[in-house]
């Protein structure tokens, strides 16, 4: 089973601060990794989409990265701010078929 | 548009009860998923469907049933569910990894819970 891994798992941070988001996957052929936001209740909003061809993919003040032959993607967001709280889960397509693995999440509290 | 569409936002239901999930988009996807979500937990996949056929069942109880009406429409059918079935429960569609970005769209989810 392919195992997808997030560290660390609950992230707080002061307002105003750079952080990173990591991603951890077992096997690097990949046919794309995706980073997701999910609110308390809510469904889960499509951040960034990296394909298996792709090193980085930026979005106003996220920036995520991926290198297969480590398996690891980064989600870097510059000058958090409160309504950044949330739980990010990235999640990996293999060319095996239209399955995704999901990551464990990490929580993130951006402090005021 | 790049919408999924989830009906009811909540559900209530007795064990006894047969009720249905739906969920809709119009994105043109040949790929839709139904996921369950407990708290605190990754969403965890349970169907999926390509081209309107079941290519996945990820060993779900008989008591959930899903049927894809066509390119547009998903449904899970409930009967006889267990309390913990309560939960989160997510539709998503996707282009097919192979004609596509494969990038996945979620639905806000109907909140289940079984008494």
């Known amino acids: 089973k392919q195992e997808v891994t997030q560290i660390p798992a609950a992230l707080s941070v002061p307002e105003g601060e750079n952080l990173v988001l990591n991603c951890s996957f077992t096997?690097?052929?990949?046919?794309?990794l995706q980073w997701f936001r999910q609110d308390p209740g809510k469904g889960l909003t499509s951040l960034l989409l990296?394909?298996?061809?792709?090193r980085e993919q930026t979005s106003g003040r996220l920036n995520a990265s991926l290198d297969k032959s480590s398996g690891r993607s980064t989600l870097y967001i510059a000058a958090s701010q409160p309504g950044d709280s949330a739980t990010y889960l990235c999640?990996?397509?293999?060319?095996?078929?239209?399955?995704?693995?999901f990551g464990t999440g990490t929580s993130l509290t951006v402090i005021p | 548009d790049t919408e999924v569409t989830q009906t009811p936002k909540h559900l209530v239901m007795g064990m006894t009860n047969k009720k249905s999930l739906k969920c809709e988009q119009h994105?043109?996807?040949?790929?839709m998923y139904w996921y369950k979500q407990k708290a605190k937990k990754p969403p965890e996949l349970m169907f999926v469907?390509?081209?309107?056929?079941?290519?996945i069942n990820e060993s779900v109880p008989s008591r959930f049933s899903p049927e894809c009406p066509n390119s547009s429409l998903l449904n899970l059918h409930l009967h006889a569910l267990q309390p913990e079935d309560s939960a989160l429960y997510l539709c998503?569609?996707?282009?097919?990894?192979?004609?596509?970005?494969?990038?996945?769209?979620f639905g806000e989810g109907s909140r289940l819970t079984v008494l």
């Open positions: 994105m043109g996807h040949r790929a």
């Open positions: 990296i394909q298996s061809s792709q």
């Open positions: 096997d690097s052929a990949i046919y794309n």
């Open positions: 469907y390509s081209y309107e056929k079941l290519s």
């Open positions: 999640a990996v397509m293999y060319y095996t078929g239209n399955q995704f693995y």
């Open positions: 998503a569609s996707s282009q097919e990894a192979s004609g596509g970005t494969g990038e996945l769209f």
